[in-house]
């Protein structure tokens, strides 16, 4: 008896891959991760590093591997300039379809790694014994930096997505009002799912109100990364609805299975808890396409 269609990811977008070679160890490099994805019909990944710009390594899986896209892009922590509109207008010249805001190096994920949060182990192992930043979007009546104003700017004439990274609830509402004042339609918070305790479902809510599309995380339930009950996510995907939700696996952790596997187990959950086939298909190949103006 067949288990499972082999065809579920033909057209499939994974919007949130690391790569090898990091500062940690990676499940593989990104010329392996597009040769698997395309094995399975993927359309695209975005591959993602925390301290560097991928825009050379898609380039060349995309020179080895030319029937599915690996997309580069940029993660604005300490070592590619923080928060720098010059490295950004840099990486979207290059290439990069998506702009992360800082990560390792948020206020925000600092604050949960210190109350003992999973995310403490990215964040302590990036820094090398050498100061880090805690780079935070608002200023302290709550406005948002004019440098971050220059990001969504950048963003919206290049075409590039720009996601929230690991920034704080309040940040991302702060930078999803802007957006939907100067008419920026490619804003992704980034994994809401991982952080549930703080960014609930009003905050979730009012966040897709204003606009932006939510990115839901399968590695936040896996076994290092928190280990959330997939009822959360189904909840999410129940209350803010699934045209405005993207599924993605944040994986290329070496105790996680491949990417694209791990894509595959992530649409079969879903759909055994009740999830439609139209639905799942909006979240792992139409909003992500949209979200990265493939289209």
Avoid at 87 to 108: C, E, F
Avoid at 137 to 147: F, P, Q, T, V
């Amino acid at each position: 008896m067949k288990l499972y269609d082999e065809k579920v990811l033909e057209g499939a977008i994974d919007i949130h891959v690391h790569i090898g070679p990091d500062y940690m160890p990676r499940y593989s490099d990104c010329i392996t991760l597009a040769e698997e994805a395309a094995a399975c019909g993927m359309r695209a990944m975005v591959a993602k590093c925390h301290l560097t710009s991928t825009v050379g390594a898609a380039a060349a899986a995309n020179q080895v591997v030319p029937n599915m896209q690996m997309i580069g892009s940029i993660t604005l922590n300490g070592p590619t300039g923080g928060l720098s509109p010059r490295s950004v207008i840099i990486a979207v010249k290059s290439g990069a379809r998506m702009v992360w805001l800082p990560t390792v190096d948020a206020k925000y994920g600092y604050i949960k790694a210190s109350q003992g949060h999973w995310i403490g182990h990215y964040v302590y192992s990036s820094s090398f014994g050498y100061p880090t930043e805690q780079l935070a979007i608002i200023d302290e009546k709550g406005n948002l930096k004019e440098e971050a104003r220059e990001i969504i700017k950048i963003c919206k004439n290049e075409g590039a997505a720009l996601a929230t990274g690991h920034i704080s609830p309040e940040e991302c509402l702060a930078l999803a009002r802007v957006a939907k004042e100067m008419g920026f339609k490619n804003l992704e918070i980034t994994h809401p799912n991982a952080w549930f305790e703080d960014f609930n479902m009003g905050v979730c809510r009012e966040l897709a109100d204003l606009g932006a599309l939510l990115s839901l995380s399968y590695g936040a339930c896996s076994p290092r990364n928190g280990r959330e009950d997939p009822e959360e996510i189904l909840s999410i995907i129940k209350e803010i609805g699934a045209e405005k939700l993207i599924m993605m696996t944040d994986y290329g952790q070496v105790v996680s299975p491949s990417p694209a596997q791990g894509m595959r187990v992530f649409y079969y959950l879903m759909k055994s808890m009740g999830v439609s086939a139209k639905d799942l298909d909006l979240m792992i190949k139409k909003n992500p396409a949209r979200l990265l103006n493939l289209d």
